[in-house]
């Protein structure tokens, strides 16, 4: 495809201004969030001229005329194999990567964990209070969607709880109205509450509105989570849905750094996964299920209030229990007491400023509750093998505002 001019371009460090081809889906959120952290690198940077058209597909075409130093590109692109041969010009990848689909592009990758995908949503419906799960994935054949999937229920076996999965009872593709009365037909199997993970909030939405024809309440019969974060199909939903945020925007800022490693004849590694970001919470999976009204009651006011912060005597005082109850109370229910509860609330609070905001370690331990910096790393040490600001180095978007 590349013209001459393309092909035998010299690449030199002297050369202060870097033009970079970004390929990507633009209807898509994981990709929309990735030209975000690109954005985020970009802004820190001088001498970067990002090249794209968002409202045409990618094509060679486009990119001969462009004539990049650098491609930054999704490898779901209908042309990546195409893509692939070009010659003497650097390329990094983002995208939900598997050696089945993708292990012949032979350039820098950064993919999401999908793994760690799963488990978050596990983790969140477990510290909810459910006990009955489910999972819904519209494409079992895509290697991302089983990650998930396995993520998921590995991390609820832990736990000793079983999953169920949703079987379409109908040939791929299918019209819209066909998927959504498959899923409520299946819903209506489920035991209730049950804890639904679906594989992309595409998906998830599809999920809500067959709950609605169904008139099965969300969240207290089915509660709803997706994967992506995307605010626009997250906030058109009925109810609102929650989300597991993919972390895209640290790997379009990734993408782009390791673009500048090549550029500057360095070799990064082949492939760079990212850990997903926390649940971002809204309606759809808002319930909490617990038999003990006392300790449904004390989880939300921990939830509320845990950064202000609070203490377990202020958590007894609230609920009227004694200390040996609430300890017995808590573990049945959560396997954890009140103390290490708090904590979890506050140690969320602290990735998620670490990643999403500037503020420097003592203004985040203020914000989340620690009053004392030292504290807040050696717990956080303990609890993640790293220090906040390692955290922060490896799984933000350093400039983020």
């Known amino acids: 495809m590349a013209s001459k001019k393309t092909s035998d371009k010299k690449k030199s460090p002297s050369n202060t201004v870097k033009r970079v081809a970004l390929l990507l889906e633009s209807d898509m959120a994981f990709d929309r969030a990735v030209a975000r952290g690109v954005g985020d690198f970009i802004r820190s940077q001088t001498g970067w001229v990002i090249l ?3 409202m045409t597909k990618p094509t060679m075409e486009s990119l001969q005329h462009w004539n990049p130093d650098g491609i930054i590109t999704s490898i779901h692109l209908p042309g990546i194999d195409e ?65 998930r999937r396995d993520g998921f229920t590995e991390e609820l076996a832990k736990h000793g709880y079983n999953c169920e999965v949703f079987k379409p009872d109908f040939d791929a593709p299918t019209t819209m109205p066909e998927a959504i009365r498959s899923l409520g037909d299946w819903l209506n199997t489920l035991p209730k509450p049950t804890g639904v993970f679906v594989f992309f909030d595409g998906w998830a939405r599809l999920v809500l509105d067959a709950c609605v024809i169904q008139k099965i309440q969300v ?58 970001g926390n649940v971002v919470e809204r309606d759809s999976c808002s319930y909490m299920d617990f038999e003990d009204e006392g300790v449904a009651f004390a989880l939300r006011y921990i939830k509320e209030h ?28 959560i396997g954890r007491s009140i103390h290490n509860e708090i904590q979890r609330i506050q140690m969320d609070r602290v990735k998620e400023l670490l990643t999403t905001t500037n503020l420097n370690v003592y203004e985040i331990s203020l914000t989340a509750g620690f009053e004392n910096v030292r504290y807040l790393t050696q717990i956080f040490r303990d609890q993640t093998g790293k220090t906040p600001t390692e955290y922060r180095r490896t799984q933000s978007t350093p400039k983020l505002k």
């Open 52 to 54: 794209m058209d968002p």
């Open 219 to 276: 969240p207290q019969k089915i509660s709803v989570l997706g994967v992506d974060n995307d605010r626009w199909l997250c906030e058109l939903s009925q109810p609102t849905l929650s989300s597991v945020d993919a972390n895209a925007r640290n790997a379009g800022y990734t993408a782009t750094e390791l673009m500048s490693q090549l550029l500057s004849g360095g070799t990064p590694p082949p492939l760079t996964h990212i850990s997903p």
């Open 83 to 147: 893509i692939a041969t070009l010659k003497n010009i650097p390329m990094v990848g983002f995208g939900s990567y598997s050696d089945e689909l993708n292990g012949h592009l032979k350039f820098p990758i950064v993919t999401s964990s999908q793994h760690q995908i799963g488990k978050v949503a596990a983790q969140h419906f477990i510290n909810n209070g459910m006990r009955k799960f489910a999972f819904c994935g519209g494409d079992e054949t895509a290697p991302w969607c089983r990650q």
């Open 306 to 333: 845990a950064c202000d912060p609070i203490t377990t005597a202020d958590v007894l005082k609230v609920t009227n229990m004694s200390n040996s109850t609430a300890y017995r109370k808590f573990m049945k229910s």
